[in-house]
């Protein structure tokens, strides 16, 4: 009997594709691809919290100069505590893809063969996956420029990297620097600008808000373009470890650094923007894990003489800061 799953030149096959819901703890697999895959969520540069179903509170708690002299008889005054709540509000969120089995069966049949011929999961398992990596995608621009369907990222609130869309994103509250230049990188002095622009950066963060130099994963976050023209600069240093002007850096593949600070690169981020914070600051929330996620698989072909199958998923994301001043906003590009 012929192997129904080998190609002919025409590319026949025969596959069953089986409706499926998948609602709450079995919509992890493919909900989760969708929400983690996003590059600034998977390799740790936010803070993600799980399980919520509309929104949550982050609680700070700040404190003053706490410790006394031992012969001290009192205690510290109350006062020196503070605490700062921020708001993280999910905004309700849907896949609605629809995929030709022929048009992607070949990808499929040639992912992860092993010398048998065995494939690496079943097919409509790839369907998912290759609809959630693609949903993550737009989620890794979403969370940071905001607008719709998304609502407010990190930047903005408007898909717009100006002032108008900074004041609605969830860093409003961060100190504001701007280069009056434009980090262009056919421009001969980009390497300048970039490197006048991190330092501008550097230097507004240690004169306003020192505290957060010493924050664990504290760095630069930028996008491919602006990480680009760093090294780009450091290249034209002529190594990949050593001097600039008196600023200790590191260019080694994917670690760069700036002052000993990681410089994160996030592709979801605007163009000519630097922000200065740490990890545990920039929280990512979702209902993942819960009654409210849903990932479903329609096969339409059954029903509409075509050959499509279609794939739906439920979910809700949201972004928030957890202390609104800790962080500098550097840009090249603001507008009134």
């Not at 079995?26 to 919520?52: E, N």
């Not at 924050?215 to 680009?228: M, R």
């Not at 059954?302 to 609104?324: H, K, L, P, S, W």
């Given at each position: 009997?012929a192997?129904?799953?080998?190609?002919?030149k025409?590319?026949?096959?025969?596959i069953t594709?089986t409706g499926d819901?998948?609602?709450?703890v079995?919509a992890?697999?493919?909900?989760?691809?969708?929400l983690r895959?996003?590059?600034?969520?998977a390799?740790g540069?936010?803070?993600?919290i799980d399980g919520?179903n509309k929104?949550?509170?982050?609680s700070?708690?700040a404190?003053?100069n706490?410790?006394?002299a031992?012969d001290?008889?009192?205690?510290?005054?109350?006062?020196s505590?503070?605490?700062t709540?921020q708001?993280?509000?999910?905004t309700?969120?849907?896949v609605?893809e629809?995929i030709c089995?022929q048009?992607i069966?070949p990808?499929?049949?040639?992912q992860g063969?092993?010398?048998n011929g065995?494939?690496?999961?079943?097919?409509?398992?790839?369907l998912?996956q290759?609809?959630a990596?693609?949903?993550?995608?737009?989620l890794?621009?979403?969370?940071?420029q905001?607008?719709?369907?998304?609502?407010?990222?990190?930047?903005?609130?408007?898909g717009n990297?100006?002032e108008?869309?900074?004041?609605?994103g969830?860093?409003?509250?961060?100190?504001?620097?701007?280069i009056d230049?434009?980090?262009?990188?056919?421009d001969?002095?980009?390497?300048?600008?970039?490197?006048?622009?991190l330092?501008?950066v550097?230097d507004?963060?240690?004169?306003?808000?020192?505290?957060i130099?010493?924050?664990?994963?504290?760095?630069?976050y930028?996008?491919?373009k602006?990480?680009?023209l760093?090294i780009?600069?450091?290249?034209?240093?002529g190594?990949?470890?050593?001097?600039?002007?008196?600023?200790?850096y590191?260019a080694?593949?994917?670690?760069?650094?700036?002052?000993g600070?990681p410089?994160?690169?996030?592709?979801?981020?605007?163009?000519?923007?630097?922000?200065?914070t740490y990890?545990e600051n920039l929280?990512v929330?979702?209902?993942?894990a819960?009654?409210?996620?849903?990932a479903r698989l329609?096969?339409?072909y059954?029903?509409?003489?075509g050959d499509?199958v279609?794939?739906?998923?439920n979910?809700a994301?949201?972004v928030?800061?957890?202390?609104?001043?800790?962080?500098?906003?550097g840009s090249t590009?603001?507008?009134?």
């Amino acid at each position: 009997m012929a192997n129904k799953i080998q190609l002919s030149k025409k590319r026949e096959f025969d596959i069953t594709i089986t409706g499926d819901t998948y609602a709450g703890v079995q919509a992890l697999p493919y909900v989760t691809a969708a929400l983690r895959s996003p590059d600034t969520i998977a390799k740790g540069f936010v803070r993600t919290i799980d399980g919520l179903n509309k929104s949550a509170v982050i609680s700070n708690v700040a404190s003053g100069n706490c410790v006394v002299a031992a012969d001290e008889c009192g205690f510290v005054d109350g006062a020196s505590v503070s605490t700062t709540e921020q708001v993280l509000t999910l905004t309700d969120l849907k896949v609605n893809e629809e995929i030709c089995r022929q048009t992607i069966f070949p990808t499929w049949f040639g992912q992860g063969m092993d010398r048998n011929g065995n494939l690496p999961q079943s097919f409509g398992d790839f369907l998912l996956q290759v609809v959630a990596g693609k949903a993550a995608a737009q989620l890794e621009i979403g969370i940071w420029q905001g607008q719709s369907p998304f609502g407010i990222g990190f930047l903005s609130s408007n898909g717009n990297p100006n002032e108008g869309g900074s004041d609605g994103g969830a860093c409003a509250g961060f100190s504001e620097y701007t280069i009056d230049a434009t980090l262009q990188s056919t421009d001969s002095t980009a390497a300048g600008f970039i490197l006048d622009m991190l330092a501008g950066v550097y230097d507004l963060a240690a004169s306003d808000i020192s505290g957060i130099l010493t924050k664990p994963g504290a760095g630069f976050y930028v996008n491919n373009k602006t990480y680009g023209l760093y090294i780009q600069a450091l290249a034209a240093a002529g190594s990949n470890q050593g001097q600039i002007s008196g600023v200790g850096y590191n260019a080694q593949a994917d670690t760069a650094t700036y002052f000993g600070y990681p410089v994160y690169r996030c592709p979801g981020m605007f163009n000519d923007v630097i922000v200065f914070t740490y990890p545990e600051n920039l929280v990512v929330g979702s209902n993942s894990a819960t009654d409210y996620t849903e990932a479903r698989l329609i096969p339409a072909y059954e029903y509409t003489g075509g050959d499509e199958v279609r794939i739906a998923m439920n979910f809700a994301v949201g972004v928030q800061t957890g202390v609104a001043s800790d962080g500098i906003y550097g840009s090249t590009v603001w507008t009134s």
